[in-house]
């Protein structure tokens, strides 16, 4: 980066004005997301995929149980993130960084937002997240913002040929 030279990051909430960018950020990671995490349909790798993937998260967010975001950086999403499942209190937050953007500080500035909405405007008293083992970028962030290891489901999920374990991560607040 040149010097002087001022990055800028937003993060939004995502609507459907976000589809086709969307589809890049999922097109141009898919094979570094599916090392980490389950692969998504082949369907979802359309428009029409991510539209519909859009307009489940914003009926979510309308019905109060969940809460979708992206980072973009000039215009260009770069992680996003989300808070689902909100009940009793309770949600799950998570977050998927571009692999150009791993190890920059993403994934904390997502994670440090979904904890300000989460309190915020939905009251949360206890957030978990879910990690699979071979993702210690994540366990680290996660552990940095107070979150703790209380569960580890052996065997979870393969990937790749590769069984993994999945650790629940629990943090809560006042």
Not at 96 to 116: D, T, Y
Request: net charge positive; with cysteine; charged share 20%.
């Amino acid at each position: 980066m040149a010097k002087g030279l001022e990055v800028h990051m937003v993060f939004e909430k995502l609507a459907k004005h976000h589809a086709s960018q969307l589809l890049d950020f999922e097109l141009e990671n898919k094979q570094w997301f599916e090392t980490l995490i389950e692969p998504r349909a082949k369907s979802f790798y359309s428009i029409k995929g991510v539209t519909e993937h859009i307009d489940l998260l914003i009926n979510q967010m309308n019905e109060g149980t969940g809460y979708s975001g992206v980072l973009l950086q000039n215009n260009i999403i770069v992680a996003r993130a989300n808070i689902k499942d909100v009940s009793n209190n309770e949600a799950f937050v998570g977050y998927r960084v571009a692999e150009a953007f791993i190890s920059k500080g993403a994934a904390s500035f997502c994670l440090s937002q979904l904890i300000n909405i989460a309190q915020s405007k939905f009251n949360i008293t206890q957030l978990k997240a879910l990690v699979l083992e071979n993702n210690p970028a994540s366990m680290r962030v996660l552990i940095k913002f107070g979150f703790q290891a209380i569960n580890t489901n052996v065997n979870a999920i393969t990937i790749n040929g590769r069984r993994l374990s999945c650790i629940e991560f629990c943090a809560k607040y006042a």
